[in-house]
């Protein structure tokens, strides 16, 4: 691999250098070799090596809508927490001045450089609500087929929200608490089948006890 400043993607028990090097986080040394522990994204820079893990982080493409957090502003925009390798970057062309950090947006991705740095445009403040974050393989699944999951979550809590593929979710409403049990179903069963219908089912019986509740 290039190893002027590299970064690439590595499994465990995979070659990060055989140069000497310091040894970061994530790699170990074998033999005068230095191996990832992990899958994860390997840098080479100067005299060390690590391996930033992939799990539970956000692979960016071109074209995906996500969710995030302001981090900082600079003189020309945002620096914006997407659960990436790096934050994001926001233009001030794309939201207004002095903005907190804090702030929830959504943005869609509009370029990913060969250093997987992005950028973003299209973006949107979020005032008010929750933000919640679940593994980004799991989001195809709470989107569900043709958005039928997230259609599902909003009406059977009357919460707004909005799925970003990188694994955050924006929900507002007066009944969030259970918009986000469902979410934590759809994840820990996310592997088994017939999940539309358990999601439904679980969230008419909570509306059930919800209405009981009210002439107890």
């Known amino acids: 691999m290039n190893e002027n400043n590299a970064k690439i993607v ?22 005068g070799r230095i191996y990832s522990d992990c899958l994860g994204m390997a840098r080479i820079d100067g005299d060390s090596a690590s391996v930033v893990p992939l799990e539970g ?19 020309a925009g945002y620096t914006t927490d997407v659960n990436h390798f790096y934050p994001a970057f926001v233009s001030k062309k794309e939201l207004p001045e002095n ?17 997987n740095e992005l950028e973003l445009e299209q973006s949107r ?17 709470v989107i569900g087929r043709n958005g039928s ?21 924006w929900l507002k409403g007066s009944n969030v608490g259970l918009a986000i049990k469902a979410v934590e179903i759809i994840e820990r069963e996310a592997h088994l089948d017939n999940l539309t219908d358990r999601v439904t089912s679980f969230l008419r019986e909570e509306g059930r006890k919800a209405e009981a509740a009210k002439y107890a």
């Open 10 to 31: 590595v499994v465990p028990g995979e070659v990060v250098t055989e140069e000497r090097k310091k040894l970061g986080q994530h790699v170990y040394l074998h033999q």
């Open 57 to 75: 982080k956000y692979v960016a493409q071109a074209g995906d809508l996500v969710v995030g957090v302001l981090i900082s502003e600079k003189f």
């Open 99 to 115: 903005l907190k950090p804090g702030t929830i947006v959504s943005a869609k991705v509009a370029h990913v450089n060969e250093m």
């Open 125 to 141: 403040v979020f005032y008010g609500g929750d933000l919640i974050s679940v593994s980004p393989v799991k989001i195809p699944r």
């Open 149 to 169: 999951m997230l259609e599902v979550l909003k009406r059977g809590t009357g919460c707004s929200m909005l799925v970003g593929r990188n694994g955050r979710i």
